[in-house]
Protein backbone atom coordinates (compact mmCIF):
# COMPACT_ATOMS: atom_id res chain seq x y z
CA UNK A 1 0.00 0.00 0.00
CA UNK A 2 1.42 3.72 -0.33
CA UNK A 3 2.14 5.10 3.07
CA UNK A 4 1.69 8.71 4.17
CA UNK A 5 5.11 9.79 4.67
CA UNK A 6 6.03 11.54 8.40
CA UNK A 7 7.02 14.90 6.82
CA UNK A 8 3.62 15.48 5.01
CA UNK A 9 1.84 16.04 8.69
CA UNK A 10 2.69 19.73 9.84
CA UNK A 11 4.33 19.63 13.06
CA UNK A 12 1.72 19.46 16.28
CA UNK A 13 2.73 22.89 17.51
CA UNK A 14 2.45 24.65 14.32
CA UNK A 15 -0.51 26.85 13.62
CA UNK A 16 -1.37 24.77 10.80
CA UNK A 17 -2.01 21.56 12.36
CA UNK A 18 -5.40 20.08 11.82
CA UNK A 19 -6.38 17.41 13.97
CA UNK A 20 -8.78 15.84 11.50
CA UNK A 21 -6.21 16.05 9.18
CA UNK A 22 -3.44 14.25 11.51
CA UNK A 23 -6.05 11.14 12.28
CA UNK A 24 -6.79 10.59 8.90
CA UNK A 25 -3.28 10.67 7.56
CA UNK A 26 -1.85 8.90 10.35
CA UNK A 27 -4.56 6.63 10.68
CA UNK A 28 -4.84 5.42 6.70
CA UNK A 29 -6.97 2.66 5.75
CA UNK A 30 -6.85 1.69 9.09
CA UNK A 31 -9.64 3.98 9.78
CA UNK A 32 -12.11 2.10 8.03
CA UNK A 33 -11.20 -0.88 9.77
CA UNK A 34 -12.15 0.87 13.16
CA UNK A 35 -15.22 2.49 11.58
CA UNK A 36 -16.44 -1.35 11.09
CA UNK A 37 -15.55 -2.39 14.80
CA UNK A 38 -18.30 -1.68 16.60
CA UNK A 39 -18.78 -1.05 20.36
CA UNK A 40 -21.54 -2.06 22.94
CA UNK A 41 -23.01 1.14 24.24
CA UNK A 42 -26.14 3.29 24.00
CA UNK A 43 -26.15 3.49 20.48
CA UNK A 44 -23.32 1.26 19.05
CA UNK A 45 -20.63 3.93 18.30
CA UNK A 46 -17.10 2.68 16.68
CA UNK A 47 -13.58 2.16 17.51
CA UNK A 48 -13.20 5.33 14.46
CA UNK A 49 -15.34 7.41 17.04
CA UNK A 50 -13.43 6.10 20.11
CA UNK A 51 -10.17 6.65 19.00
CA UNK A 52 -11.02 10.45 17.49
CA UNK A 53 -12.12 11.39 20.65
CA UNK A 54 -9.93 9.74 22.90
CA UNK A 55 -6.95 11.92 20.48
CA UNK A 56 -9.08 14.94 20.92
CA UNK A 57 -9.03 14.55 24.65
CA UNK A 58 -5.15 14.68 24.92
CA UNK A 59 -4.57 17.61 22.18
CA UNK A 60 -7.48 19.75 22.61
CA UNK A 61 -8.61 19.47 26.17
CA UNK A 62 -5.02 17.68 28.29
CA UNK A 63 -2.60 20.11 25.26
CA UNK A 64 -0.46 17.26 24.78
CA UNK A 65 1.74 18.73 21.47
CA UNK A 66 4.61 16.06 21.53
CA UNK A 67 4.27 14.41 18.51
CA UNK A 68 5.09 11.14 19.87
CA UNK A 69 2.82 11.39 22.56
CA UNK A 70 -0.06 12.33 20.73
CA UNK A 71 0.14 9.69 17.85
CA UNK A 72 1.01 7.30 20.65
CA UNK A 73 -2.37 8.13 21.89
CA UNK A 74 -4.19 7.90 18.34
CA UNK A 75 -2.23 4.38 18.26
CA UNK A 76 -3.03 2.94 21.31
CA UNK A 77 -5.93 0.85 21.14
CA UNK A 78 -4.45 -0.24 17.86
CA UNK A 79 -2.99 -4.67 17.69
CA UNK A 80 0.30 -4.85 16.03
CA UNK A 81 -0.94 -6.04 12.21
CA UNK A 82 -2.43 -2.81 12.24
CA UNK A 83 0.93 -0.62 13.12
CA UNK A 84 2.39 -2.74 10.66
CA UNK A 85 0.35 -1.31 8.03
CA UNK A 86 1.00 1.79 8.72
CA UNK A 87 4.24 4.11 8.69
CA UNK A 88 5.21 4.77 11.97
CA UNK A 89 8.61 6.04 13.77
CA UNK A 90 10.63 4.51 15.64
CA UNK A 91 10.21 6.45 18.78
CA UNK A 92 6.12 6.09 18.13
CA UNK A 93 6.70 2.83 17.63
CA UNK A 94 8.35 1.92 20.97
CA UNK A 95 5.94 3.88 22.63
CA UNK A 96 3.25 2.00 21.08
CA UNK A 97 4.90 -1.66 22.44
CA UNK A 98 4.87 -0.02 26.04
CA UNK A 99 1.17 0.84 25.71
CA UNK A 100 0.30 -2.43 23.83
CA UNK A 101 0.87 -4.19 26.91
CA UNK A 102 -2.34 -3.05 28.39
CA UNK A 103 -4.66 -3.27 25.38
CA UNK A 104 -6.31 -6.25 27.34
CA UNK A 105 -7.86 -3.47 29.93
CA UNK A 106 -8.03 -0.79 27.39
CA UNK A 107 -10.23 -2.98 25.26
CA UNK A 108 -11.69 -4.63 28.67
CA UNK A 109 -11.13 -7.76 28.14
CA UNK A 110 -12.15 -10.27 30.39
CA UNK A 111 -11.75 -10.22 33.68
CA UNK A 112 -11.53 -13.52 34.96
CA UNK A 113 -8.80 -14.14 32.42
CA UNK A 114 -7.09 -11.22 33.36
CA UNK A 115 -7.66 -12.51 37.27
CA UNK A 116 -6.21 -15.67 36.44
CA UNK A 117 -2.88 -14.86 34.59
CA UNK A 118 -2.08 -12.38 36.64
CA UNK A 119 -1.80 -9.47 34.13
CA UNK A 120 -2.66 -7.40 36.99
CA UNK A 121 0.44 -7.48 38.93
CA UNK A 122 3.12 -7.11 35.54
CA UNK A 123 1.18 -4.15 34.75
CA UNK A 124 1.06 -2.49 38.12
CA UNK A 125 4.85 -3.24 38.08
CA UNK A 126 5.81 -2.21 34.77
CA UNK A 127 3.63 1.05 35.06
CA UNK A 128 6.40 3.53 36.90
CA UNK A 129 9.11 2.63 34.15
CA UNK A 130 6.76 3.62 30.93
CA UNK A 131 8.24 6.10 29.07
CA UNK A 132 6.39 9.87 29.22
CA UNK A 133 4.57 9.40 25.68
CA UNK A 134 3.73 6.09 26.93
CA UNK A 135 2.55 7.46 30.41
CA UNK A 136 0.30 10.25 28.71
CA UNK A 137 -1.12 7.88 26.03
CA UNK A 138 -1.97 5.15 28.66
CA UNK A 139 -3.26 7.45 31.52
CA UNK A 140 -5.31 9.42 28.44
CA UNK A 141 -7.01 6.20 27.06
CA UNK A 142 -7.41 5.43 31.28
CA UNK A 143 -9.82 8.07 31.37
CA UNK A 144 -11.52 7.54 28.23
CA UNK A 145 -12.40 4.01 29.15
CA UNK A 146 -13.45 5.26 32.99
CA UNK A 147 -15.41 7.86 30.93
CA UNK A 148 -17.20 4.81 28.67
CA UNK A 149 -18.02 2.67 32.02
CA UNK A 150 -19.05 5.19 34.10
CA UNK A 151 -20.77 8.07 32.34
CA UNK A 152 -18.86 10.53 34.64
CA UNK A 153 -16.48 13.27 33.02
CA UNK A 154 -13.75 15.74 33.73
CA UNK A 155 -15.11 18.90 35.02
CA UNK A 156 -14.73 21.38 32.39
CA UNK A 157 -15.12 18.46 29.16
CA UNK A 158 -17.62 20.09 27.08
CA UNK A 159 -17.04 17.05 24.34
CA UNK A 160 -19.68 14.32 24.09
CA UNK A 161 -18.26 10.88 24.31
CA UNK A 162 -19.82 8.98 21.20
CA UNK A 163 -22.23 6.36 22.14
CA UNK A 164 -22.60 7.19 25.67
CA UNK A 165 -22.33 4.36 28.06
CA UNK A 166 -20.44 0.94 27.59
CA UNK A 167 -23.80 -1.52 27.97
CA UNK A 168 -23.94 -4.95 28.89
CA UNK A 169 -21.24 -4.99 32.42
CA UNK A 170 -22.61 -5.29 35.80
CA UNK A 171 -21.66 -2.54 37.99
CA UNK A 172 -18.91 -5.06 39.66
CA UNK A 173 -17.38 -5.45 36.72
CA UNK A 174 -17.25 -1.96 36.39
CA UNK A 175 -15.70 -1.56 39.92
CA UNK A 176 -13.36 -4.04 39.23
CA UNK A 177 -12.07 -2.04 35.99
CA UNK A 178 -11.58 0.96 37.16
CA UNK A 179 -10.04 -0.46 40.35
CA UNK A 180 -7.12 -2.10 38.50
CA UNK A 181 -6.71 1.21 36.66
CA UNK A 182 -6.56 3.41 39.30
CA UNK A 183 -4.13 1.11 40.71
CA UNK A 184 -1.93 1.39 37.66
CA UNK A 185 -2.05 4.95 37.86
CA UNK A 186 -1.39 5.45 41.22
CA UNK A 187 1.78 2.99 40.71
CA UNK A 188 3.36 5.70 38.09
CA UNK A 189 2.41 8.70 40.42
CA UNK A 190 3.75 7.54 43.25
CA UNK A 191 7.26 6.64 41.88
CA UNK A 192 7.54 9.39 39.18
CA UNK A 193 6.54 12.03 41.78
CA UNK A 194 4.05 13.55 39.45
CA UNK A 195 2.67 15.40 42.73
CA UNK A 196 6.39 17.41 42.96
CA UNK A 197 7.21 17.73 39.42
CA UNK A 198 6.73 20.48 37.10
CA UNK A 199 7.36 18.63 33.77
CA UNK A 200 4.87 15.97 34.97
CA UNK A 201 1.96 18.57 35.02
CA UNK A 202 0.02 16.97 32.29
CA UNK A 203 0.16 13.70 33.87
CA UNK A 204 -0.72 15.45 37.24
CA UNK A 205 -3.27 16.76 36.26
CA UNK A 206 -4.86 13.72 34.22
CA UNK A 207 -4.43 11.64 37.32
CA UNK A 208 -6.62 14.72 39.13
CA UNK A 209 -9.32 14.04 37.16
CA UNK A 210 -9.35 10.05 36.53
CA UNK A 211 -9.44 10.08 40.65
CA UNK A 212 -12.49 12.33 40.77
CA UNK A 213 -14.13 10.55 37.83
CA UNK A 214 -13.87 7.00 39.91
CA UNK A 215 -14.77 8.44 42.90
CA UNK A 216 -17.72 10.05 42.00
CA UNK A 217 -18.93 6.72 40.47
Known amino acids: MTSTKLDETPDVKSEEFDLDVFISQKMGKVNSKNEKKIISDSSNSSLADL???????????????DD??????????????????????????????????????LLLGDLP?????????EWIYSAPSLSTPAMEAL??????ISMKLTGKK???????????????????????YLAIIQTIA???????????EDKS?????????LNKIINDF
Open 51 to 65: VKFNTTLAYSFYKIT
Open 68 to 105: TSLETCLLSLQPEEDIKMLDVSPSVTEAWKEVAMYRDL
Open 113 to 121: TINQEKRTF
Open 139 to 144: MVSFIT
Open 154 to 176: PSRLNMKMPGGKISGKKREEVVS
Open 186 to 196: DSMNQRNKWEK
Open 201 to 209: SILRKMNQD
